[in-house]
């Protein structure tokens, strides 16, 4: 859910960096915008491939796989929200309009940081299975 809603914040970031102008200059060529969409997409990225990596190693038949899936979550949950936080910034006020789905996009990431499991619950999961375990940090 974190990854569709980086993604899709992404696409409209693009999509109105290319339509809207300021100063005569579609805004796609400012500085800020430019960093706001490159670290998004870098970040959107980087969660998907440890999503999918982790997906591809985990073995459903074993225990013990709670802190990747933990941190899965915890670092895709963040991505979503901080993606949704610069789509706002690119749109401006419009970001907050519910004509734009960034605003509803934002919410659901806020959502997602509480409803998957609080961002401290998945700290906790991580840190007491990587003390209890340390071998699972190169796993």
């Not at 895709?76 to 993606?83: H, I, T």
């Amino acid at each position: 859910m974190s990854l569709g809603i980086a993604g899709r914040c992404l696409e409209v970031m693009v999509g109105y960096a290319n339509e809207r102008k300021s100063y005569g200059v579609l805004i796609r060529e400012h500085g800020q915008i430019q960093r706001y969409i490159a670290e998004s997409y870098a970040e959107y990225r980087a969660a998907r491939s440890f999503v999918y990596d982790v997906a591809r190693r985990m073995d459903l038949r074993q225990t013990g796989q709670r802190a990747a899936a933990d941190a899965t979550k915890l670092f895709a949950s963040q991505v979503g929200k901080r993606v949704a936080d610069a789509a706002i910034q690119v749109l401006g006020g419009n970001g907050y309009m519910g004509e734009y789905v960034v605003e509803r996009l934002w919410r659901d990431a806020k959502l997602l940081e509480i409803g998957g499991g609080t961002l401290e619950a998945h700290h906790k999961n991580i840190s007491k299975d990587l003390c209890r375990d340390p071998a699972g940090i190169r796993a």
